[in-house]
Every structure is written in C-alpha cells, then in structure tokens.
C-alpha cells in the first residue's frame, strides 16, 4: 500500500469534534488528510501533515465525508413518467403506483435489473455517494423478491429485504396470507441475501400488528428492523421502530409529541426523505422540531421511479435547509454521518482516522454551498475506499 496525501483543504469536515472546533463537524480550516489503502490514518492542519508516498493538492477546496444514503428502491424497472405527469396537475399521491412497478420489475431480465442499479449507484457515485442502501420489494412474489436482493448485493453492503412494500397484487383479497408469505417461505428465501428488514407501516400497506409480525419474523431470522413510518398520517410506524430498537424509521412526516419523545430518546434514527415531499407536494417533516427533541437525523434520496426519483443527495440536503428547518452544517451532518448512523455504521460518515476513506471534495470554498448553490455539481474529485473514483 501507499501513503496519500490531500493538502491544501480550505475547510475540512470530519463529523469528530474532538478533531477539529469542537462541533458536530470537527471543521478543521487549511487541513489536511492521509490515506493509506483502503483508511484514512491522519487528518489535521496541513502544515503539519506527514510525509507520504504521494500528494493531492485539493487547491483550497472544502472536503467532506462521502455522502451516506440509507434509503432507496433501485432494484425496479419500468418509467411512471405519466404518473408524476398527472400529479403535477392536481391528483394526490397514493402508494398505488408501485403496482406499476411491480409488474415491470417482474417481467424484466435480471441482466436489466442489475444493469438499472449500477447506473443509479454511478449517477450517485458521481454527485459524492459514496454508500448507499438499496431495498427489494418491487416483486412481491418468493422468487422476485429472493432474486432482488441477489441483484442488489452484487452492488451494496447495505440491502434491505422490504417484501412488506404493499400487499401483493395477487393477495389483494387475502392481506393476512400475503403477511404469512413475508414472514415465511419469502422470508427464508430473502434472508440470506440481506442485512435489514423494512414495512411500509402505513394505512394502505400494512398496520401495527401486520408490521410487528414482519419486523419479528425477521430478527428471528438475524435480519435487523427498520420501518416505513408516519410519511402519509399518524400512526403507529415510529412507536414500534423504536420499541423493536429499528436503526431507523424512514419518513416521519407526521409525529405526535410522543413520537418525538419516544424518537428523542432511543436509538433510532429518524430518516427523512425530502425528494418525496418535493416530487408528491406533501407537507415537509419538520426537522428542526425533530432535532430539537434530541433526535438523531439523517437525510436521504429515497431515490425510486414513483415518488422520489432522483439520486441527489446535494438536492436534499438544499431541500432541508429550504423546507425543512435545518441548518446548512445539521444538513450535512446528517447526510454523512446522520446517514452512518442509520446504517449503524462508525467506518463511514466521518473524516477521522481509522475510518474508511470515503471522501468529496467540493468545488467550493465551503459546504454551505451545497445549500447555498443548490442545483451546481459541485464533487469536484471523490474517493471510495481510498481510490479516486470520480
């Protein structure tokens, strides 16, 4: 292995205070950060960076973390281009659409679907993601869910068994035979290829007793909860995420004082998925009062065809600080190590050492610009696992 060096960071993100000003960023202004392999093993002032095999001089650019997306639906085929059409002329969003896609994904090649999500992840490696979750749960069926994920985890750590999207289409008169398909024969099917378990705990998709069967099917089965909560209405999503120690509820669009307690005070992440309120012209989280009751947030694209279809983790994170009531450095934050934390990961998120080398480099003096600029391609150069991939 070879030793790099990044000289000449303007100002440099870490998310560990105890490295840089004492905040959530850990800024450190004229930095400084060496790699080795695959790790970062050294971040500081850059006059007093050790001498390596080889250097980068970043020019007086902002570096942060790669971007953390912990939510998205990539493994789908098929376009509902008309869909978003008449939405925009005034029909209300309802999660009816994924059947559309479901029945595209069904009847596409596995070479089409693996081929859709490596496009996806380039397009989002392109714009500084450098980790990103993906789900299953446009099949719906043992054999298209079961063959999801395989896809998936040809490209991502991070997979997500979500055969709780909807009710399937071929159950539609028989919910409680679909939940025992999930939590069964699919189940077993889909479990060896996954890391986490996800429901669409909504009215519509399935209540607090379908999702509970789910979510404890599947940490039976060593698959870890997390939960499609509160994006529609209030319900009971978010209760149960916390109470099954999910590593994140996903949407939280509408809490009650006690979800925000209830948030506040465990260990589960409260995930928003801005490009979801901006593509259906739904009513905003409110991340500032999600903040303000001590919760841990992340952002995230929820990138899929029907109600957030884009992979711009820059685009939510100006969405955020528009809409949302946070901060351009909460937003960052959150898009980095907020996402890290959902994952239940401490390797990424963070500019520290011993951390994988997971890194963006802005072309911009600061990264308040990815608010302040929003819509710019500001990744100037990103490095994955220490090689320079874009």
């Excluded at 790699?35 to 001498?51: F, L, M, N």
């Excluded at 669409?200 to 399935?206: D, R, V, Y």
């Excluded at 209830?262 to 409110?286: C, H, I, M, N, Y």
């Amino acid at each position: 292995m070879t030793t790099t060096a990044i000289t000449d960071i303007a100002c440099l993100v870490t998310n560990d205070p105890s490295l840089g000003n004492g905040t959530p960023l850990g800024l450190i202004r004229d930095a400084a950060v060496v790699i080795d392999g695959d790790r970062i093993v050294w971040t500081g002032e850059s006059s007093k960076a050790p001498a390596t095999d080889n250097a980068f001089d970043a020019g007086g650019r902002a570096m942060i973390p790669g971007f953390v997306d912990s939510h998205s639906h990539l493994v789908f085929a098929g376009d509902r281009t008309q869909e978003f059409n008449a939405r925009m002329t005034g029909r209300p969003y309802s999660a009816g659409g994924i059947r559309t896609t479901v029945a595209a994904t069904r009847a596409a090649s596995d070479d089409a679907l693996s081929a859709n999500v490596a496009r996806y992840l380039a397009e989002a490696l392109r714009q500084g993601t450098t980790t990103c979750e993906t789900k299953s749960g446009y099949g719906l069926t043992v054999e298209d869910e079961a063959r999801s994920l395989r896809i998936a985890a040809r490209h991502t750590d991070e997979v997500t068994y979500l055969g709780a999207h909807i009710v399937s289409p071929d159950y539609a008169d028989d919910p409680a035979g679909y939940v025992d398909l999930v939590t069964g024969p699919m189940l077993d099917a889909c479990a060896p290829h996954a890391r986490w378990i996800d429901v669409f705990c909504e009215k519509g998709a399935f209540d607090g007793d379908q999702a509970r069967a789910v979510l404890t099917a599947g940490l039976a089965k060593g698959l870890h909860p997390r939960v499609h909560a509160n994006q529609l209405g209030h319900g009971p999503g978010v209760q149960l995420a916390v109470e099954l120690d999910a590593a994140s509820a996903d949407h939280c669009t509408h809490l009650t004082d006690a979800d925000l307690d209830a948030l506040g005070q465990g260990d589960t992440v409260a995930t928003l998925l801005p490009g979801a309120e901006f593509s259906t012209r739904a009513l905003w989280p409110d991340a500032r009062r999600l903040l303000d009751a001590g919760a841990t947030v992340a952002l995230s694209t929820d990138c899929n065809p029907g109600s957030s279809f884009t992979s711009s983790m820059p685009f939510c994170i100006a969405l955020a600080v528009r809409d949302m009531g946070m901060t351009p450095d909460e937003a960052v934050w959150s898009a980095t190590a907020g996402g890290a934390a959902a994952l239940r990961r401490t390797d990424i998120g963070r500019i520290a050492p011993g951390a994988r080398a997971d890194l963006l480099l802005l072309d911009a003096p600061s990264h308040v610009h990815l608010a302040y600029r929003p819509g710019v391609p500001l990744a100037y150069a990103v490095w994955q696992r220490g090689e320079r991939v874009a």
